[in-house]
């Protein structure tokens, strides 16, 4: 429905903390109709340069609250609203090279009245901000 | 010339969900938009529009009446969901779902909404258990119908049935027009050509479509494979093969039987994907419906429900509020408001 949305490049940038590049980030935005609670989200499968980013490497950052991405799951109150951009941070010292990169994502949406759910899916090729 | 009637018209601002989530629209713009639009009812869907929903603040309660009185307009529907998935490893108990339904009445009582749209899948004993809460806050529970389900359809007839013992004007059906499809939606095939499936297959499938000749399951929630079994064999993709059983989804209802239904309809989403620039849907034929529905007394609201935006954002621009603008031209029309 709005999977061409996902993917918000202008989040998409390395993670400083400490003085150190510790990670990268982007923003997501779900590809649903309607805000739902976390614990409908999915799995986040995020493939960066042809290779998988594990979900332990991960955490999602919306409506002010951080949460590892395995544990939104246990989470049926909290909600990621309706094309709210969440900010996902991934793990990875050092960060990643100057230039280019291919992001895939393929988001998971937990929805009762959908047999199965269903996935949205994005691609995007974004430079890295500064 | 006016015809003896009471449908009233209204939009449901689901409508406009491609502007509210780029954040071109605020909700605030959307409630101006009905009255520029001169639409006289609104619908909601809390949980896309009305962030915290369930929890609703007073500041929001006062703010949602204060819109309401400045553009002159009335709330008419709140569209519910059930989550029954939301706890971990568990579904549901069926006093959680009463539960949660139940406070989406006391919340649709606040917003001043008569009528709550139900998620299809609400079973008839939780509606009945929740009768006396309705009935208290003023609210009815009007079950969604939409396809690939019709009035006829084994849970509709369940429903039915507690409604006729029952016998309570709190508890009803939402009608989706979705289920008079006659074609297939334009925005839909030429979309799919767009997305690389052979001109041969796409034709294959509106024409089979209009013709009532697809391969189908007779069975709701059973897979279809003789569609998708067609569409590999003319050369499809294994994705064209899944994208095709959209045409499986879609019905095209006897409209009649809905004569028969209409006393326990109390909304009404009138479905469209594409409104042409001479004010017809290209898809469901609404010269047919509309009639039907001043036959058969429907005396609640017409609400305008734009479903295109997600068959064409890959390439176009995508203006909601135009595309609600002829469908509401075209209901005018039809309800001889002329």
């Known amino acids: 429905m709005f999977d061409k949305y996902m993917i918000v490049g202008e989040e998409f940038r390395n993670v400083k903390e400490g003085g150190r590049i510790t990670g990268f980030q982007l923003g997501v935005r779900l590809p649903y109709y309607r805000g739902v609670v976390l614990s409908l989200v999915g799995d986040m499968e995020l493939i960066v340069d042809g290779e998988k980013i594990p979900a332990e490497k991960m955490t999602v950052t919306v409506g002010g609250k951080t949460l590892p991405v395995t544990e939104l799951e246990n989470e049926p109150v909290a909600k990621w609203e309706f094309g709210e951009v969440g900010i996902v941070k991934v793990d990875k010292p050092g960060g990643l090279a100057p230039g280019e990169h291919t992001l895939e994502l393929r988001q998971h949406m937990k929805i009762s009245y959908v047999p199965g759910g269903f996935w949205g899916k994005d691609k995007k090729t974004l430079v890295l901000a500064e | 010339m006016k015809t003896a009637h009471n449908i ?102 606040k917003l001043g ?43 509709e ?86 994208k095709a059983m959209i045409g499986a989804h879609m019905i095209y209802a006897d409209p009649q039987l809905m004569l028969e239904y209409l006393p326990y309809t109390y909304h009404i989403h009138a ?37 295109g935006n997600r068959w064409i954002q890959d390439a176009f621009e995508v203006d909601s509020v135009e595309q609600v603008r002829r469908h509401q031209v075209m209901l005018k029309r039809l309800l001889g408001e002329e």
């Open chain 2, 8 to 109: 009233k018209r209204s939009v449901s601002l689901y409508s406009f969900q491609e502007e509210y989530f780029l954040r071109k629209m605020t909700l605030e713009d959307l409630i101006a938009v009905t009255q520029k639009l001169d639409i006289p009812g609104v619908e909601v869907i809390p949980d896309q529009m009305i962030p915290g929903y369930p929890e609703l603040s007073d500041d929001f309660v006062k703010q949602w009446h204060g819109w309401m009185e400045k553009y002159e307009r009335t709330p008419v529907c709140m569209d519910m969901f059930l989550d029954w998935n939301k706890f971990k490893g568990r579904v549901m108990t069926e006093d959680e779902r009463v539960e949660s339904i139940a406070k989406d009445i006391v919340n649709a009582n």
């Open chain 2, 113 to 155: 909404c008569k009528v709550i749209r139900v998620i299809h899948d609400v079973e008839p004993q939780i509606l009945e258990r929740l009768a006396p809460a309705a009935e208290k806050y003023g609210v009815t529970l009007a079950l969604e119908i939409h396809a690939p389900s019709y009035y006829d359809s084994p849970h």
């Open chain 2, 157 to 242: 007839q369940r429903l039915m049935e507690m409604f006729q013992r029952v016998q309570s004007p709190y508890l009803g059906f939402t009608l989706d027009l979705g289920v008079f499809v006659k074609r297939l939606p334009r925005v839909i095939t030429e979309r799919f050509l767009r997305d690389g499936m052979k001109k041969e297959i796409v034709e294959y499938l509106a024409d089979g479509y209009e013709k009532g000749t697809l391969p189908r399951s007779s069975e709701l929630g059973k897979p279809n494979t003789g569609l998708m079994d067609k569409v590999l064999e003319m050369g499809g993709s294994e994705e064209d093969a899944r």
């Open chain 2, 271 to 307: 479905k469209f994907y594409e409104m042409l620039p001479d004010y017809t849907e290209y898809s469901i034929p609404y010269e047919e419906i509309v009639p039907l529905l001043i036959k058969g007394g429907y005396n609640g609201y017409l609400s305008s429900e734009y479903e």
